[in-house]
Every structure is written in structure tokens, then in C-alpha cells.
């Protein structure tokens, strides 16, 4: 079991950046894929990036290629997405989530972070 706390959420207005990070506890976080998802108000959640264990690599939704990174370091047990050039449409609930396979999907994730609010002003 790989526990996840998530904060950096806030209010930011369109173009702003916002950096989100992921504190996991457990012995197995370094062997997870790491990743995130979305979800808006009258919207299914929807992927937004993963990175493998090794770091080596990584894979982003297409609405937001360019614009966000995500990142892990496993000797802090922590990973990050940083959200750049934000957009009024990239308000939303965001969840961090850590899974025992590559690519990310979300039948496939074993825990959950308990969500950071992102809301972009126009």
C-alpha cells in the first residue's frame, strides 16, 4: 500500500504557473509508475501524465503537451507536476496516483492522492 498526500493547488489567472507535489509513503514507491488526472466540474476524469520508475521517461495528455512536466525524485518518495501557461480550461480537481503498470490508465491504479484543487481565472 503506497499512501499519497498531495498539496500546491490554488487559484492562479490564465498564463500563471502552479507547481503540485505528491509525498508517498510506503516501502515500494520507487517500483510504481507515477502519474496524474483530472477531473472538472461536468467532466469525466481524464489522464494527464505518468512517469515510469526509472524517471527515464514519461507520456502527456495531448491537451497539455508542452505546458506541464511531471517529475519524481524516489530518495524524497515524491513526485511533481508543474503547470505552466494555464488555461481557464485546465480548472480542476487534480489526483495523483501511483500504479503497478506502464502506461498509466485508470482501471489500472492501485491509490489515490485525495485531490488538489487547480482553478485558472480568465
Known amino acids: 500500500q503506497v499512501q499519497l498526500v498531495e498539496s500546491g493547488g490554488g487559484l492562479v489567472q490564465a498564463g500563471g504557473s502552479l507547481r503540485l507535489s505528491c509525498a508517498a509513503s510506503?516501502?515500494?514507491?520507487?517500483?510504481?509508475?507515477m502519474g496524474w488526472f483530472r477531473q472538472a466540474p461536468g467532466k469525466e476524469r481524464e489522464f494527464v501524465a505518468a512517469i515510469k520508475w526509472s524517471a527515464a521517461s514519461a507520456y502527456y495528455a495531448d491537451s497539455v503537451k508542452g505546458r506541464f512536466t511531471t517529475s519524481r525524485d524516489n530518495a524524497k518518495n515524491t513526485v511533481y507536476l508543474q503547470l505552466n501557461s494555464l488555461k481557464p480550461e485546465d480548472t480542476a480537481v487534480y489526483y495523483c496516483?501511483?500504479?503497478?503498470?506502464?502506461?498509466?490508465?485508470?482501471?489500472?491504479?492501485?491509490?489515490w492522492g485525495q485531490g488538489a484543487q487547480v482553478t485558472v481565472s480568465s
Open positions: 510506503g516501502r515500494a514507491f520507487s517500483t510504481y509508475t
Open positions: 496516483a501511483a500504479s503497478s503498470r506502464y502506461p498509466l490508465s485508470a482501471t489500472d491504479v492501485g491509490d
